[in-house]
C-alpha cells in the first residue's frame, strides 16, 4: 500500500513533446472535498482507500497541489463529430498529469477532468459539473463491474466554484485512470494536418506502449490495426448485450484500445427499445442504441482513413471487414450465455429476435426479464414472466420455443443453472433515474446516495440484503429523463 505522495511517475506521452500536448497547469476548484472514490480504482495505484479522506486528497485531485514529478499536459487531437470532420478538438477541459507505475509494472495516466481552460477550450469554460462528474464516475466503475473493458474512476472532487450551463451549476473534478488517452482522434490530426512524421511517432509510441506484440508481426501496423478492429468488434457486442447506450460516438471519444471512453449522456436501457436514443441533442438518432453497430464500423473506417500513409487500402478493407462478423460472433455469444444456453445452433439468433421483438412491443425491462430468466427453471420462468407481455400469446409461443431449446441441453441442475445465469445477468444496472436521485442529494451537499449507489453498482451481480430498490423498475418520472450533452 502507497501514500499519496509515494507515486511513481513516468510520463511517457508527456515526452513525446510539444506537437502532441501542451504544457497546462490546472486551475484549483474552490473549497474541495471528496464527493466519492473508488477503493476498486485505488487498488490499481496501490492507493490506501484511506487516503481518500485525507484534505490532501482533495487538494491534489481538486487542482490545488500536483506532484513534483507530474507534468501536466492538455493532449491535442481532432476527429469526426456526428459525421462532420472538426479540425482541432483536443483537451478543452481535462489534463494528463502523468502517468503512473504501479507495483505489478502496469502504467496508468492520470486525467483530470474539468481542470481548467487550455489552449484547446474554444468557446469552453474548461470547467465540468458536479452532475456530469459524477455520471462518468458511477458509469466507468459501474461497467467495469459488469466486465466491459472502460476507463476508470478514482475519485469525484466537489467545490464551492460555480459554473454556467442552463442554470447555474457548480464545478467538480473527476480523477480518470487509463491505459492510454490516445483516440482515434490523435491519428486523425497528424493525418489530416499532413506531418507524416509526427504521426509516425504517435504511430511508434502507441505501438511500443500498448501493442508491443504487434512489432513482432511483418506489417506492425496492420497487426494493431486488426488487433483495434478485434477489441472494437467485442467492446459494441457488450455494450448491445448488456444494453449500454454511449450516445456521443464520435472519432474522438474512441479509444485506442477499444475501451468504452468519455462519458457524456450515456444511458442503460430500463425498457428493451432497440431504437432508443439516450443523447437528447442527437436529432437524428445517429447514435441510437441498434447504430451503435454501424458506427462502430463507421468509426474503424474513419481511423482506417488515417492510416493510409501506413497500411495499404486493400489491407485496411480486407481488416475492416472482419468487424461485423466478429461483432455478431460475440453478441451470439454473450446473449446465448445471458439466456442460459450452454450450447449453440443455428436458429439461435432468431429465437433471441424474436425474444427482443416481444420485449420492444411491450416495453419490457431488459435487464430484470433476464436475470429473472434464470430465477427458476425455463418452464417456471417463462409461466411467470409471461404478464410482463402484452402480447401474451406471441410470447407463450417464444416460451415454448425457449423451454424446448432449454431441454436440448440436456438435463441440468436448476441450481447450477441459476449461478451460471446470475453471474452474466446482472441485478443492478446505473438506470438513470438512480443516478439523478444520486445527483439531486449531492448537488445539496449530501454524498451518501452517490457511494452507496457506487457500492451496489461494484457488486452487480449479486443481490444484496436490503438494496431491493435499487433493482426496481424506474418510477414513471424517471423513464424519460432528457440528458443532454452540456456537460
Ligand atoms: P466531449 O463532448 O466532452 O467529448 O467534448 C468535445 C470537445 O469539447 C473536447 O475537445 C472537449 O475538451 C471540449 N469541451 C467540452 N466541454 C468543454 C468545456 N466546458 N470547456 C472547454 N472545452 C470543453
Ligand atoms: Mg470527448
Same mark, same amino acid.
Given at each position: 500500500?502507497?501514500?499519496?505522495?509515494?507515486?511513481?511517475?513516468?510520463?511517457r506521452?508527456?515526452?513525446?513533446?510539444?506537437?502532441?500536448?501542451?504544457?497546462?497547469?490546472?486551475?484549483?476548484?474552490?473549497?474541495?472535498?471528496?464527493?466519492?472514490?473508488?477503493?476498486?480504482?485505488?487498488?490499481?495505484?496501490?492507493?490506501?482507500?484511506?487516503?481518500?479522506?485525507?484534505?490532501?486528497?482533495?487538494?491534489?485531485?481538486?487542482?490545488?497541489?500536483?506532484?513534483?514529478?507530474?507534468?501536466?499536459?492538455?493532449?491535442?487531437?481532432?476527429?469526426?463529430?456526428?459525421?462532420?470532420?472538426?479540425?482541432?478538438?483536443?483537451?478543452?477541459?481535462?489534463?494528463?498529469?502523468?502517468?503512473?507505475?504501479?507495483?505489478?509494472g502496469e502504467h496508468?495516466?492520470?486525467?483530470?477532468?474539468?481542470?481548467?481552460?487550455?489552449?484547446?477550450?474554444?468557446?469552453?469554460?474548461?470547467?465540468?459539473?458536479?452532475?456530469?462528474?459524477?455520471?462518468?464516475?458511477?458509469?466507468?466503475?459501474?461497467?467495469?463491474?459488469?466486465?466491459?473493458?472502460?476507463?476508470?474512476?478514482?475519485?469525484?472532487?466537489?467545490?464551492?466554484?460555480?459554473?454556467?450551463?442552463?442554470?447555474?451549476?457548480?464545478?467538480?473534478?473527476?480523477?480518470?485512470? +487509463?491505459p492510454s488517452?490516445?483516440?482515434?482522434?490523435?491519428?486523425?490530426?497528424?493525418?489530416?494536418?499532413?506531418?507524416?512524421?509526427?504521426?509516425k511517432a504517435l504511430g511508434e509510441h502507441v505501438l511500443a506502449m500498448h501493442f508491443p506484440e504487434c512489432l513482432e508481426q511483418p506489417e506492425p501496423y496492420l497487426a494493431m490495426f486488426r488487433e483495434i478492429v478485434e477489441r472494437?468488434?467485442?467492446?459494441?457486442?457488450?455494450?448491445?448485450?448488456?444494453?449500454?447506450?454511449?450516445?456521443?460516438?464520435?472519432?474522438?471519444?474512441?479509444?485506442i484500445l477499444g475501451?468504452?471512453?468519455?462519458?457524456?449522456?450515456?444511458?442503460?436501457?430500463?425498457?428493451?427499445?432497440?431504437?432508443?436514443?439516450?443523447?437528447?441533442?442527437?436529432?437524428?438518432?445517429?447514435?441510437?442504441? +441498434?447504430?451503435?453497430?454501424?458506427?462502430?464500423?463507421?468509426?474503424?473506417?474513419?481511423?482506417?482513413?488515417?492510416l493510409?500513409?501506413f497500411i495499404s487500402?486493400?489491407a485496411l478493407?480486407e481488416t475492416?471487414?472482419l468487424?461485423?462478423?466478429?461483432?455478431?460472433?460475440?453478441?451470439?455469444?454473450?446473449?446465448?450465455?445471458?439466456?442460459?444456453?450452454?450450447?449453440?445452433?443455428?436458429?439461435?439468433?432468431?429465437?433471441? &429476435?424474436?425474444?427482443?421483438?416481444?420485449?420492444?412491443?411491450?416495453?419490457?425491462?431488459?435487464?430484470?426479464?433476464?436475470?429473472?430468466?434464470?430465477?427458476?427453471?425455463?418452464?417456471?420462468?417463462?409461466?411467470?414472466?409471461?404478464?410482463?407481455?402484452?402480447?401474451?400469446?406471441?410470447?407463450?409461443?417464444?416460451?415454448?420455443?425457449?423451454?424446448?431449446?432449454?431441454?436440448?441441453?440436456?438435463?441440468?441442475?436448476?441450481?447450477?443453472?441459476?449461478?451460471?445465469?446470475?453471474?452474466?445477468?446482472?441485478?443492478?444496472?446505473?438506470?438513470?433515474?438512480?443516478?439523478?436521485?444520486?445527483?439531486?442529494?449531492?448537488?445539496?451537499?449530501?454524498?451518501?446516495?452517490?457511494?452507496?449507489?457506487?457500492?451496489?453498482?461494484?457488486?452487480?451481480?449479486?443481490?444484496?440484503?436490503?438494496? &431491493?430498490?435499487?433493482?426496481?423498475?424506474?418510477?414513471?418520472?424517471?423513464?424519460?429523463?432528457?440528458?443532454?450533452?452540456?456537460?
Open positions: 500500500m502507497k501514500a499519496l505522495d509515494e507515486l511513481t511517475f513516468d510520463n506521452f508527456a515526452r513525446l513533446g510539444d506537437a502532441f500536448s501542451t504544457h497546462v497547469l490546472p486551475e484549483p476548484i474552490a473549497a474541495p472535498r471528496l464527493v466519492v472514490a473508488s477503493p476498486a480504482a485505488m487498488a490499481l495505484l496501490d492507493l490506501d482507500p484511506a487516503v481518500a479522506e485525507t484534505p490532501v486528497f482533495a487538494e491534489l485531485f481538486g487542482g490545488h497541489k500536483l506532484w513534483a514529478e507530474a507534468e501536466p499536459r492538455a493532449m491535442i487531437y481532432s476527429g469526426h463529430q456526428f459525421g462532420s470532420y472538426n479540425p482541432q478538438l483536443g483537451d478543452g477541459r481535462g489534463l494528463l498529469l502523468g502517468e503512473v507505475y504501479n507495483e505489478a496508468w495516466d492520470l486525467h483530470l477532468k474539468g481542470a481548467g481552460q487550455t489552449p484547446y477550450s474554444r468557446m469552453g469554460d474548461g470547467r465540468a459539473v458536479l452532475r456530469s462528474s459524477i455520471r462518468e464516475f458511477l458509469a466507468s466503475e459501474a461497467l467495469n463491474a459488469l466486465n466491459i473493458p472502460t476507463t476508470r474512476a478514482l475519485c469525484v472532487i466537489g467545490s464551492d466554484t460555480p459554473v454556467w450551463r442552463e442554470k447555474q451549476e457548480r464545478a467538480a473534478m473527476v480523477l480518470r485512470l +487509463s488517452h490516445v483516440r482515434f482522434g490523435h491519428f486523425e490530426y497528424f493525418y489530416y494536418t499532413k506531418r507524416p512524421e509526427q504521426q472494437n468488434a467485442e467492446l459494441i457486442a457488450k455494450w448491445q448485450a448488456y444494453g449500454f447506450c454511449h450516445g456521443v460516438m464520435n472519432t474522438d471519444n474512441m479509444s475501451i468504452t471512453f468519455d462519458f457524456g449522456p450515456f444511458a442503460f436501457l430500463d425498457d428493451f427499445d432497440a431504437n432508443f436514443i439516450c443523447n437528447h441533442s442527437d436529432d437524428q438518432g445517429r447514435y441510437s442504441f +441498434s447504430n451503435q453497430v454501424p458506427i462502430g464500423q463507421w468509426n474503424l473506417s474513419a481511423l482506417a482513413q488515417a493510409t500513409p487500402v486493400d478493407r475492416l471487414g468487424y461485423l462478423p466478429l461483432y455478431q460472433a460475440h453478441y451470439l455469444d454473450l446473449m446465448r450465455r445471458r439466456l442460459g444456453l450452454t450450447t449453440a445452433e443455428d436458429d439461435d439468433q432468431k429465437l433471441l &429476435e424474436r425474444l427482443l421483438q416481444l420485449m420492444q412491443n411491450s416495453g419490457v425491462d431488459y435487464t430484470l426479464f433476464l436475470r429473472r430468466l434464470g430465477d427458476e427453471s425455463p418452464e417456471l420462468a417463462v409461466a411467470r414472466l409471461r404478464d410482463d407481455f402484452v402480447d401474451i400469446k406471441g410470447f407463450d409461443a417464444w416460451g415454448e420455443l425457449y423451454v424446448a431449446r432449454a431441454a436440448r441441453e440436456g438435463v441440468v441442475d436448476q441450481e447450477q443453472r441459476r449461478t451460471r445465469m446470475h453471474a452474466v445477468n446482472p441485478l443492478y444496472i446505473l438506470r438513470n433515474y438512480l443516478a439523478q436521485k444520486a445527483i439531486d442529494a449531492a448537488e445539496g451537499g449530501d454524498y451518501a446516495e452517490v457511494r452507496r449507489l457506487h457500492a451496489v453498482l461494484s457488486n452487480p451481480f449479486t443481490e444484496q440484503p436490503g438494496m &431491493e430498490s435499487y433493482a426496481e423498475r424506474p418510477p414513471e418520472w424517471g423513464k424519460h429523463l432528457e440528458i443532454s450533452c452540456s456537460s
